[in-house]
Every structure is written in C-alpha cells, then in structure tokens.
C-alpha cells in the first residue's frame, strides 16, 4: 500500500492549472462547467476533487458545485478532465464562472502502469452523437473493474463535453476486447475526442491502483 499525504493548500493552488474550459447548458437546463487539470509538478494526485461557481456580472455567486476529476489519479505532468455540473441550475443567466481544486492526496510514489494496449482507436459521428470504437488488450489479467473518461474538444482546444463511463467489467490476459462506446448527444462543434482507459480500486470505485491508459486525440470522421 502507498503511502498517501494531504495536499496542502498552496501545493493545490500552485500546482494544479484549470485550463481549456468552458461552460454550457444541457437539455434540463442545468449548467455545466469542463475541462481539464493539469499537473505541473513531479507528484501525482489521487483522489482529485474539483469546485466551481457560477456567477453574475457582479460577481454575486449564483451557484455551486463539485466534481471528481477523470481520470481519479493526477500523473504527474500529466492531465485529468472534469465536468462540474450545478444542479438544478436551470433558469439562471451566469456570465462568468470559477473552477478551482478542492481537495485531494499526494502519492509518494507513481502509480504502476496499466499493462494494456489501446489499437485501432477511431470516433465517428453518428446521426445521436459519437461513436468511439477500438481493442484493449492486457498483458496480464486484471480482476477489478474498468470504465473510461472521455473529454470532447472543438477546433480551438477547448473541452466542450466530459463523459465518464463505468462498467466495462474485467480485463483478461492476452486477449483482444473489442470496445464500442456510443455517446449521444455530443455537440456539432466537437472535433476530436481523448480516451483514458481507468482502473476502479476495489476498495473505491473513483480511487485507482494503476495509471490510466490513454488514447491520446481522436479526430472526428
């Protein structure tokens, strides 16, 4: 077992950045904020949670909320994406909005990489949204739980959607495991999309004992 440390505030402040975000409204009317949280530094981050504000031109806070980052552990140099959502934020006209790192834990040590491959990664838009598909392959059987984060980005880099999904099961060894995940509702201006394999410890779901895999950019056919 690792041994864990509390952030202190200003190792929050100083070497976490929010960057590429963006607001939007979904189809029940509550607010969301995505993007992503990078980490400058040579420690890694666990169990990352992320706060915001939503707020008018005066600055008056209009509402609040808190989400987990995804991918759960921070790499060191390595980047997470999050959507803040405010619920029941509906029939609220914000103007400006504030993200900033809440809580979290620093790894004495980094996490082990998954080993895993990721191939034949493609994201084609279907007439409900995105479709990413491709083949996970271990080199080891793997006994927890897998789910993905997925951040979507327009033209000019910035997250425009952030979907975290669970229940992808098991991994085995040596084996081709043919993924295909359909996202609806994925907005026209999304150009590519990233694709992070997660591992759920089994003690916590949103805690992971391995380093995420990732895709890296996908563009959009």
């Known amino acids: 077992m690792m041994a864990l440390l509390l952030f202190t505030p200003m190792f929050l402040l100083a070497a ?43 600055g008056n806070v209009l509402a609040t909320g808190q989400a ?53 990664f493609a994201a084609k838009r279907t007439s409900s949204g995105v479709t990413i598909t491709g083949t996970i392959r271990a080199r080891r059987a793997y006994s927890q739980q897998f789910g993905g984060c997925t951040a979507f ?18 991994l085995s060894a040596n084996a081709d495991q043919p993924l295909t995940l359909p996202l609806p509702d994925i907005p026209g201006d999304a150009t590519a999309v990233a694709f992070w394999l997660v591992e759920s410890s089994d003690a916590d779901p949103l805690s992971s004992d391995y380093g995420a895999a990732v895709t890296g950019k996908l563009t959009i056919r």
């Open 16 to 58: 976490k950045c929010i960057d590429n975000e963006s607001m939007y409204q979904d189809n029940l009317g509550d607010w969301h904020v995505v993007g992503e949280m990078r980490n400058d530094t040579d420690v890694w981050g666990a169990n990352m949670m992320l706060g915001g504000s939503l707020m008018d031109d005066a």
């Open 68 to 120: 987990p980052a995804c991918p759960f552990e921070l790499a060191a140099h390595g980047t997470s994406v999050f959507d803040v959502q405010f619920f029941q934020s509906y029939g609220l006209h914000p103007t400006k909005y504030e993200v900033h790192p809440m809580s979290g834990r620093s790894l004495d040590q980094p996490l082990q990489p998954l080993q895993v491959s990721l191939s034949g």
């Open 153 to 170: 980005y327009n033209s000019a880099g910035k997250v425009v959607r952030q979907i975290t999904i669970f229940g992808f099961g098991k």
